[in-house]
């Protein structure tokens, strides 16, 4: 809330489409139309690959700059309904730019590397685009620190100190930024036409199918009515819905709505709730399968297969939840808080039975990524299948006997098995022919046409919702580009050595602080991709492995939304729970102590990521973990089987600390208090609570 208590208005920097204009008229169909057309072209391209890469890329690239301009003003905070001719005209340019390179795409790959006048006006006005395209949808901080990368390629020579290089001519600048694969068009904007657009495709299916109140019914009947039910809902729907939303602020705007209420309502102080559902939500970012998206930036940066970086977020991220759902049992007890009845909570077991099969997209989806098979192609088939599902539901509503709905789908499986096996077609022009028949039944059915639109009109906010993620990926190319043409992140890894040393903690700390620096200002994916090229080298260089060191970076960058002073995951928790953002950041930071320290633990133990070490080393590993959460949560907390004094919360976090820290003695220490602070803890427990009843 603002001073002068009007409501803070809250921009999603992974999802800035919310702050979007809203165009009328025939603006409006257009800016549809477009977003529809993007969305086929995406699916076309993922189905079956008929462009070039770079061609991909820049046709992409011109989709995200055509309907930015469309949508957002030039003068932020402008949300007239009408567009003027001016963005309708750079729309325009964009868009017909954007196929520069597949018209010219076999003189490019004859001149590469000698631009002519032509290539260079082209990859002027595309990458000038690209910066005012991301300054209206992120605002200036971001495109400001790209643009100022653009003038230190060219005027190297003259920089003073560790910042001077050999200098490049305006020409080799632009050739990089935009006729190669290290700038605009290099591997951010590569993941962003392909895995991440799928994915938030898939998702925006999955809510559009009813996956979030099948979410929240679950939550709601597992644990609603235990002893702090509502946070606990809280904090189990905002997990689900990070398995297949990775934007926390979104997940905060959507399921708080519903969880933030329920929780001051049932005597939840404001400042926790809000950061209940905040430190929830952002957890959703580091919750497999999607990730925010980062996982597949990650897996194609250090070249790994995607499947082993969400293997290697798995324990982290339940790490992450016990903590927060610790947290929130605690304070429970703490303020002798209670659930809500059992018979206003709905059964989590008839909830699943009837609606088991919105969960098969994501079986699949999961099934696909674990077995070896491209993202692209399981991201393209838990798509298909979910819309088969959105479909399929509706053209078998008025099968009222369910032998009869049963019959349909086991026809609809024998045509898609004679499809593949008989006729010999692939399984996604297999998967694309169910979707067509089931688009003519529902034709004939009541409602059919209008679960078309909504279907339509998900495909359009997944084109929209691809805007914030697809900008930033194209901004950052020019940061990396540059980076890489200049040498700046070897001058930088070694700066931060001279000053480190051999001291691996402090290159640690030093690391988490550019991280969390850098997250009060970015989105999670650039965040990641200039921590990832500037810090991660340094950690790399004392010898920690890459996935850590890329997982470490990428922590704390999502940490920074929990983090004040600017905390937005808790700003936007504080327009729903009516109190300041900075108390709600506060509670979050100790709501999700896990997320601060378990990547730290991580580095020092391989083992908790499952990188080395046996099955016995990972299990202690995440024995301590659990353990430490356990004592810090008491500590933060002041309660754990009773009230806690300060004596009692030292002694606890004491012993959590020393799990953490990687050196033989500590571990047989950290027991010794651990078990010692639990027993003394108890004793004084049960001696206050035997006082009343001898009186």
């Known amino acids: 809330m603002t001073a002068n208590n009007e409501p803070t208005t809250i921009v999603d920097r992974e999802n800035p489409v919310h702050g979007a204009a809203a165009l009328s008229g025939w603006q409006g169909k257009a800016v549809f139309v477009i977003a529809i057309a993007f969305t086929f072209f995406q699916i076309i391209t993922a189905a079956f690959s008929p462009l070039s890469t770079l061609v991909l890329r820049s046709v992409h690239v011109g989709f995200l700059l055509t309907l930015t301009y469309l949508l957002f003003r030039f003068r932020r905070g402008d949300h ?49 685009m690209v910066i005012e395209a991301a300054r209206r949808v992120m605002g200036w901080e971001l495109p400001l620190l790209c643009s100022i990368f653009i003038p230190y390629a060219i005027f190297g020579r003259s920089l003073p100190g560790f910042l001077m290089h050999r200098g490049f001519d305006f020409g080799q600048v632009i050739d990089t930024l935009y006729f190669g694969t290290e700038g605009i068009l290099g591997t951010p904007i590569f993941v962003s036409a392909t895995y991440i657009f799928l994915f938030i495709l898939f998702g925006a299916l999955l809510e559009r199918a009813g996956m979030i109140g099948l979410f929240n019914d679950l939550a709601l009947g597992t644990v609603g009515h235990h002893k702090g039910g509502p946070a606990k809902v809280a904090v189990i729907s905002s997990g689900l819905m990070g398995t297949i939303n990775g934007s926390g602020v979104a997940n905060v705007l959507t399921t708080g709505q519903f969880t933030i209420p329920l929780m001051k309502r049932f005597g939840y102080r404001p400042a926790f709730a809000g950061a209940v559902e905040a430190c929830s939500s952002m957890g959703g970012q580091i919750m497999p399968p999607v990730m925010g998206a980062v996982a597949f930036i990650m897996a194609e940066t250090i070249g790994i297969p995607y499947s082993q970086v969400a293997l290697a977020a798995v324990i982290p991220a339940v790490l992450y939840f016990f903590s927060a759902f ?29 609606r088991w099969y919105l969960l098969l997209p994501l079986a699949v989806l999961v099934y696909l990524l674990f077995s070896g098979f491209t993202p692209l192609f399981a991201g393209t088939m838990g798509m298909a299948l979910t819309t088969v599902v959105i479909l399929g539901q509706q053209a078998t509503g008025p099968l009222k006997v369910t032998l009869y709905r049963v019959i349909f789908w086991v026809g609809l499986g024998l045509c898609a098995a004679v499809l593949y096996r008989y006729v010999g077609l692939r399984l996604e022009s297999v998967a694309i022919a169910m979707i067509v028949l089931l688009v003519v039944l529902t034709w004939f059915t009541k409602g059919g046409l209008e679960t078309q639109r909504l279907l339509l009109q998900s495909f359009a906010d997944a084109a929209k919702g691809a805007l914030g993620v697809g900008v930033a990926c194209a901004l950052v190319g020019i940061l990396i580009g540059i980076a890489q043409m200049t040498g700046l992140a070897n001058e930088l890894a070694r700066g931060i050595l001279a000053v480190a040393g051999d001291n691996l903690l402090l290159a640690l700390m030093m690391t988490m602080v550019t991280c969390i620096i850098l997250g009060t200002g970015i989105p999670t994916i ?17 010898g920690v492995p890459i996935l850590l060191a890329h997982m470490f970076v990428f922590y704390f960058g999502i940490m920074a939304d929990l983090t004040p ?18 108390k709600i950041g506060l509670n979050a930071t100790k709501i999700g102590l896990a997320g601060y320290v378990v990547p730290f633990m991580a580095v020092y133990t ?71 602070f639990i027993a003394f803890h108890w004793w004084k427990t049960r001696r206050a609570e035997a006082k009343p009843a001898e009186a």
């Open 80 to 128: 007239s309904d009408r567009a003027p001719w001016y963005d309708m005209a750079l729309a325009a340019i964009a868009f017909v730019l954007s196929f520069y390179h597949w018209i010219f795409e076999g003189d490019l790959i004859q001149r590469a590397g000698d631009p002519s006048t032509m290539d260079l006006v082209v990859g002027t006005i595309m990458t000038v």
């Open 326 to 354: 610790w947290m929130v049992h605690l304070e429970a007890g703490r303020a002798g808080l209670v659930g809500l009845k059992k018979e206003d909570c709905p059964n989590a077991l008839k909830a699943l039975i009837e």
């Open 526 to 542: 650039p965040n990641y991709i200039i921590t990832s090229s500037m810090a991660a080298p340094v950690l790399e260089q004392m």
């Open 565 to 582: 002073p600017v905390a937005l995951a808790a700003l936007a928790a504080s327009s729903i729970a009516k109190e300041s953002h900075i």
């Open 606 to 676: 391989p083992a908790l990521m499952l990188q080395g070490g046996t099955w016995f080393d990972t299990t202690y590993v995440t024995v301590k973990a659990i353990i430490a959460v356990c004592l810090w949560g008491g500590a933060a907390s002041a309660w754990l089987i009773g009230r806690m004094s300060w004596v009692e919360r030292i002694w606890a976090t004491a012993a959590a600390f020393l799990f953490v820290i990687a050196v033989p003695w500590t571990d047989e220490v950290g027991f010794v208090l651990a078990v010692t």
